[in-house]
């Protein structure tokens, strides 16, 4: 039996999940077990926690993705986990788990950088995208603009300096009183409320450094604004405006800049990942914004299930490195 196949694993947060891609990087399988559920008493992930359900989850995940994609062991070429960045206990999880998987199969094993996996979604979902083209990944963690130069290679030209966008959005649900996670409720309001009038967050930006992200000082705003304006209204009231008003300051922060790279650099295709990109609201303002400066770009999305964190990502992107002969099943360490 032929062994042709990458399995890519990912356990860098609360997600644990296995995918498969065959050698052209058509994906066969992406299993995820969301640990949400988990984390809604606590209003957040509780790290120590999360490394549990991975311990306890991670086998049957793999199961699950060779039952999905009709794969055997034996057919398995190669070994692909994130390496970081990510939740210490729970990267040693997936990295243990992968080690051991590939001296069980005799298999090469490859470490992948986790925002730059959020990118080959892209590939899974558009098989035909051709770099170059400018890139923006935006998820509960990271925050990361540049060029997709080539396969293997990227130019990082603007992170973020404290805040991820999705970390500030649940960090602001969590203040209007939504559930854990509340980045989706926020897009619902978001959707509903699409004028907010009357509460104005202020759009950060770096001097010097314009495609840089800050989001920190939003949530400051956001709570300020509630302590001024609550008194003793309940905060159900206050959700709809100031929390569409919160949202569209978080997401016009990331449209600026992908609009200032596309002009900048003069780009046709840009891929906008991770999962701040199941945003509808972002959708929607990315494409009014191009028709608005009448730009031809073209803007792609993973599908919402491949913008959020999952193994499919790291397979396809752990083919990359296998391809090029990497093998670190001795060197890939358990971050500490």
């Not at 919402?304 to 964190?309: I, K, R, S």
Request: hydrophobic share 40%.
């Amino acid at each position: 039996m032929d062994r042709s196949v990458v399995v890519g694993i990912d356990t860098s947060c609360d997600e644990t999940s296995v995918g498969i891609v065959n050698p052209r990087g058509r994906m066969l399988a992406n299993i995820v077990s969301s640990q949400a559920s988990v984390f809604a008493r606590y209003g957040g992930v509780v790290p120590e926690m999360a490394a549990r359900e991975h311990m306890s989850r991670i086998r049957g995940v793999y199961r699950a993705a060779l039952d999905a994609g009709h794969v055997y062991p034996e057919q398995v070429a190669g070994i692909a986990v994130t390496r970081g960045p990510g939740l210490s206990g729970c990267l040693g999880i997936g990295i243990a788990f992968a080690k051991g998987l590939g001296v069980g199969l005799d298999v090469p094993v490859v470490g992948v950088d986790h925002v730059e996996g959020h990118i080959y979604a892209a590939f899974l979902a558009y098989p035909e995208l051709t770099p170059p083209f400018g890139y923006l990944v935006a998820s509960g963690g990271h925050t990361q603009i540049g060029v997709f130069e080539k396969e293997g290679s990227i130019r990082v030209l603007g992170e973020t300096r404290d805040d991820a966008a999705g970390e500030a959005l649940d960090k602001g649900a969590k203040l209007l009183g939504f559930p854990y996670p509340g980045g989706p409720a926020l897009d619902k309001v978001g959707m509903e409320v699409l004028r907010p009038l009357g509460v104005a967050f202020p759009r950060p930006c770096i001097p010097g450094k314009p495609l840089s992200f800050s989001f920190s000082g939003l949530k400051t705003a956001l709570a300020f604004y509630l302590e001024r304006t609550r008194g003793d209204a309940p905060i159900s009231e206050l959700a709809q405006t100031a929390g569409a008003a919160y949202l569209d300051a978080v997401l016009e922060s990331l449209v600026k800049r992908v609009f200032r790279l596309t002009e900048q650099a003069s780009l046709r295709t840009f891929v906008v990942c991770g999962g701040v990109a199941a945003s509808r609201r972002l959708r929607q303002m990315l494409q009014e914004q191009a028709v608005f400066k009448g730009l031809t770009v073209r803007i792609l999305f993973p599908p919402p299930d491949l913008c959020t964190d999952n193994g499919a990502m790291i397979a396809r992107a752990g083919l990359v490195w296998l391809g090029k002969g990497h093998d670190e099943t001795d060197t890939l360490d358990i971050p500490r």
